[in-house]
């Protein structure tokens, strides 16, 4: 890792950070979300195509070391851009590096099947590993500092993650592990799993260059990775069987995700995970998932304070989620804040969804969270809770970084079945309450258990609340 490599990652982030238009929150947030839609536009590429067969593509012929694909990427780049066409069709391949002004589209009956060897994911590149920076694996589909880029068309991506390759690393039995074998938890001793290895480099402000993971770390690699990007669209395909996380937009302005379907049930397969984006819209999308399906992320701890880039100005609509746990999440790698998130028009339902909205934090992770907008979910069954805040997430219960919610309004929210109403979980006895400023409006949530449990909260309102068809009149100030 050179200077010239952290140079141009200081760079980006000033770029991304510096010209995107703020966007002020007034007491009509449905009018406010209009000018973050505005600023949301999808990008251009030249009518040329570059179809894959021409540059030595085989359908049908497990060769993973075919570099045909890149090959077709680079010419259309260097060309001006356009479409790199993956006609129909199955296609193996090892990982792609997308370039500026290049449109990876995937025919109608097209899949891309993805080599499982962790060696063809080499060289390693400047990556984000659950909120920490580090060199690890290259992503499926990578991009660094690129504009106008897009993975479009009704085509399938096919991770071919299973329980006898990529999912064992996670270090559960139910995923394919076997005891005392290698694991991101486990390499000898608990203390150097690579998971924890990460987690000190951070606590000890390890520089990015000295952060090289090895195969012995296990840390799989996530699915689409844009970095440092900008005008980014995923469009129509279906993704299956990830290592890892599925989209994972890193540090990146102008994203649109559209009707994607996401499918695939391994252990931390969350579908979409913006971290330190803005202006970005998830629309008309399907989640089934072995994790969140949205989780709204800027960094973990240290690192996600020393970047401070928030993710802000984020549009989720008219999408449906089953498995997972949770349908639209904040964190909980949230230390660089989140700012102006607005939810509609989506609907949940599966016994194996845990919660619809969920925000999750602790004091050592921290992170403002503000301006939160939820409206017209509409429930069948959720397993916990509706809406579920956790400032103790993963039983952290003391540190120098306490977390805070504020402004968050929920209204026309329907469910037919969960165990809780409203779950919220902050320190009751702090100096300062973190949850200060909640609102719901117009719900109406049957067969719950228990109603509500209400822990640290301040400025909790409910207006027009039913529970278990009975009216809850609740005010906290």
């Known amino acids: 890792m050179n200077k010239k490599f952290i140079l141009i ?52 012929v497990e060769d993973y070391k075919n570099n045909a694909i890149n090959k077709a990427i680079v010419t259309c780049h ?24 290049v449109n990876l589209h995937l025919e109608d009956g097209a899949t891309l099947r993805f080599s499982t060897n962790p060696e063809d994911y080499m060289p390693m590149v400047r990556s984000c590993w659950e909120g ?67 987690e000190k480099m951070d606590f000890d402000n390890v520089p990015l260059q000295s952060r090289i993971m090895t195969y012995a770390d296990r840390l799989r690699p996530s699915f689409i990775e844009p970095q440092y990007s900008q005008n980014v669209l995923l469009e129509g395909f279906t993704l299956i069987n990830s290592p890892f996380w599925c989209l994972h937009p890193f540090i990146c302005e102008n994203v649109i995700v559209r009707d994607v379907t996401v499918s695939s049930h391994g252990p931390n397969n969350d579908g979409c995970d913006p971290e330190s984006c803005q202006f970005v819209l998830i629309e008309n999308c399907k989640f089934d998932t072995g994790d969140d399906c949205i989780a709204i992320k800027s960094g973990k701890n240290n690192d996600g304070r020393r970047r401070a880039i928030p993710s802000k100005n984020i549009v989720v609509r008219n999408c449906e989620m089953k498995d997972g ?58 397993d916990e809770a509706v809406f579920r805040v956790e400032m103790k997430y993963e039983k952290v219960m003391k ?27 902050g320190f009751e006895n702090a100096e300062k ?45």
């Open 325 to 382: 746990h949770g349908g639209v999440v904040l964190g909980s790698e949230i230390s660089g804040n989140v700012q102006n998130v607005w939810v509609e028009n989506c609907n949940m339902d599966s016994p194996n969804l845990d919660r619809v909205i969920r925000i999750k934090s602790n004091p050592i992770r921290g992170g403002i969270l503000e301006n939160f907008f939820i409206r017209n979910i509409k429930v069948g069954v959720c």
């Open 433 to 477: 309450l973190q949850v200060t400023g909640v609102t719901l409006k117009n719900c109406s949530f049957n067969n719950v258990k228990t109603p509500h449990k209400i822990v640290g909260a301040e400025k909790l309102k409910f207006e027009n609340v039913k529970i278990n068809g009975e009216l809850i009149d609740l005010n906290i100030k």
């Open 399 to 425: 540190g120098p970084h306490m977390p805070l919610v504020k402004n968050f309004i929920m209204e026309n929210v329907t469910s037919e079945k969960s165990r809780y109403g409203i779950w919220i979980d």
């Open 78 to 101: 260097q060309n001006g851009g356009g479409i790199v066409l993956i006609p129909k069709g199955i296609f193996y391949t090892g990982p792609i590096t997308l370039m500026s002004n």
């Open 132 to 198: 920490w920076d580090c060199i690890n694996y290259r992503p499926l589909i990578y991009a660094y500092g690129c504009e106008n880029i897009a993975i479009t068309g009704k085509g399938t991506l096919d991770g071919q993650a299973t329980k006898e390759n990529w999912w064992p690393w996670k270090g559960k039995k139910q995923y394919g592990y076997k005891e005392g074998t290698i694991c991101q938890e486990w390499n000898g001793t608990k203390e150097n799993g690579g998971r924890n290895r990460l």
């Open 9 to 60: 990652t200081l760079l980006s982030a000033f770029v991304l950070t510096s010209f995107a238009k703020e966007i002020k929150i007034t007491n009509k947030p449905w009018k406010d979300v209009k000018a973050v839609l505005k600023n949301i536009k999808e990008p251009k590429f030249k009518k040329q195509t570059f179809n894959i067969v021409d540059f030595g593509a085989k359908e049908g």
